[in-house]
T-cell receptor
Framework: QKEVEQNSGPLSVPEGAIASLNCTYSDRGSQSFFWYRQYSGKSPELIMSIYSNGDKEDGRFTAQLNKASQYVSLLIRDSQPSDSATYLCAVDVKAGGTSYGKLTFGQGTILTVHP | KAGVTQTPRYLIKTRGQQVTLSCSPISGHRSVSWYQQTPGQGLQFLFEYFSETQRNKGNFPGRFSGRQFSNSRSEMNVSTLELGDSALYLC????????????FGPGTRLTVL
């Protein structure tokens, strides 16, 4: 089992729709969860951080965390063509050791928003 | 506030050579993490430095090394380059708290011929 897994893509949604991206993780000791957006040829950009169970909203983005189910998701409302990118889930997996400065990333989900 | 800077942005080397990459974190951030990104393996953690000390290390061979200076700037070095070292090398800046929130630089694209 991979430490961080994302739903396989690619994901295609029409403009104005809600895009739903999912991620599961294996380490119950994980405490920090992040979503990054990466445009082709660019570096990852942090768009959401979440540390406690529940929802966290920031503009059109909502992150949801369920530690009991070891599940974190990202919802993008009113999707725009400019949201087309690869979305990376990142978790501070400790796996019995330390997580100092280490994030474990999923493989990413490619999102395409078509007009 | 200035973001994370990395130099050089692009590098072309041949097998057997060595390379040094540089990263300047966000002002006030004391932690610098390095990652390798390839299409096949995705983003993989190399190591992290905090206040000039390596606190964590990933599963990479000893050819990959790094250091951090007193001004928090960091360098990573890869010796005896192999074709498989071709990748995007990313550094990430963090305040160094337990929340582990990281901000990435633009990356250095290394091509090994």
């Amino acid at each position: 089992q991979k430490e961080v897994e994302q739903n396989s893509g690619p994901l295609s949604v029409p403009e104005g729709a809600i895009a739903s991206l999912n991620c599961t993780y294996s380490d119950r000791g994980s405490q920090s969860f992040f979503w990054y957006r990466q445009y082709s040829g660019k570096s990852p950009e942090l768009i959401m951080s979440i540390y406690s169970n529940g929802d966290k909203e920031d503009g059109r983005f909502t992150a949801q965390l369920n530690k009991a189910s070891q599940y974190v998701s990202l919802l993008i409302r009113d999707s725009q063509p400019s949201d087309s990118a690869t979305y990376l889930c990142a978790v501070d997996v400790k796996a019995g050791g330390t997580s100092y400065g280490k994030l474990t990333f999923g493989q990413g989900t490619i999102l395409t928003v078509h007009p | 506030k200035a973001g994370v800077t990395q130099t050089p942005r692009y590098l072309i080397k041949t097998r057997g050579q060595q390379v040094t990459l540089s990263c300047s974190p966000i002002s006030g951030h004391r932690s610098v993490s390095w990652y390798q990104q390839t299409p096949g393996q995705g983003l993989q953690f190399l190591f992290e430095y905090f206040s000039e000390t390596q606190r964590n290390k990933g599963n990479f061979p000893g050819r990959f090394s790094g250091r951090q200076f007193s001004n928090s700037r960091s360098e990573m070095n890869v010796s005896t380059l192999e074709l498989g070292d071709s990748a995007l090398y990313l550094c990430a800046s963090s305040p160094g708290t337990s929340f582990n929130e990281q901000f990435f630089g633009p990356g250095t694209r290394l091509t090994v011929l």
